[in-house]
């Protein structure tokens, strides 16, 4: 997963505290990782890893040593079975750092369960944050990061997928997905049929890898484009919120209305939210309308 072998990074024995411990793991660079997250792999008493092959070299490459330490793989397919073990571990009072096969552990990742059921037992649970492709994506994509939601995979079937996005279709947030490459252009056809064919978006393609990409545009015209030319590698699909009517007879029309109880900032911020625009133009436009100059 990692781009190239990197230089070993430092990095210390520290005393940390009993309990589980969710390492954020690079998504692609392996620089990305945080000292600190370098310090809990190297202290810790167990390590468990969705991918126990890609914490290793994860680790080689930073020369932090397993040494004789357990690792244990903890993924969907196990975790009924492998959580019990761990939690006998943390009972004991020993450490457990936890490793997501890329990013934030608990972002589309299998470690929920186990985390609440460490809460339950009473048992503290710590965060070493770090890399997190919904962040990153959201970063290149271009689109406002004031309010987002992440909505992960899609549903796999075609009847529980239509009914999911038209529940998103007027979520007043930015959307972000992960997808399959594989099944990115039935996707993409689909969200520019339910969410609106004219709506911005953007597929990040290999965030922080050797070939990452960003393409932007509506949904449509990405929609066809990927039709006629697959990508592959992992994605992050990036959508804008929904653009109410803002058309000029619409905006004036709010904003007369909003002008005769409100001051021509509170007017412009407040009709700006409502048709999700951009608060300086909808301020410029008042002032218009107000037959005022912008001093500002």
Request: aromatic fraction near 6%.
């Amino acid at each position: 997963m990692f781009t190239k072998r990197e230089q070993f990074m430092t990095h210390q024995s520290v005393s940390l505290s009993p309990g589980l411990y969710f390492v954020a793991t690079p998504i692609g660079a392996a620089r990305d990782i945080t000292l600190r997250a370098l310090d809990i792999l190297a202290s810790a008493d167990v390590l468990a890893a969705e991918d126990t092959r890609t914490l290793k070299r994860l680790m080689q490459i930073h020369g932090v040593p397993v040494g004789a330490r357990q690792i244990i793989a903890y993924h969907d397919h196990n975790g009924a079975r492998v959580r019990p073990k761990l939690l006998a571990v943390l009972a004991g009072g020993k450490t457990v750092a936890y490793a997501s096969e890329a990013g934030s552990p608990l972002i589309a990742d299998p470690g929920f369960v186990l985390a609440k059921e460490v809460r339950a037992a009473g048992i503290d649970v710590f965060a070493a944050p770090g890399p997190s492709a919904v962040i990153a994506g959201l970063t290149v994509s271009g689109l406002p990061t004031d309010r987002f939601m992440f909505a992960g995979f899609p549903p796999t079937g075609k009847s529980a997928r239509t009914k999911w996005l038209r529940e998103l279709r007027e979520v007043n947030a930015t959307l972000v997905f992960y997808e399959s490459p594989k099944r990115l252009s039935r996707t993409l056809a689909e969200m520019a049929d339910i969410l609106g064919a004219e709506r911005e978006a953007a597929i990040c393609r290999e965030l922080t890898k050797k070939f990452e990409e960003v393409r932007r545009g509506p949904l449509n015209e990405l929609a066809a484009a990927v039709s006629d030319a697959p990508v592959k590698g992992e994605v992050v699909l990036v959508i804008d919120r929904l653009r109410k009517s803002g058309d000029s007879g619409s905006l004036d029309d709010r904003l007369a209305a909003a002008l005769t109880e409100m001051s021509v900032k509170d007017a412009a911020a407040f009709v700006a939210e409502e048709l999700s625009l951009k608060r300086r133009l909808v301020y410029q436009r008042a002032l218009e309308l107000r037959g005022e100059e912008d001093r500002d």
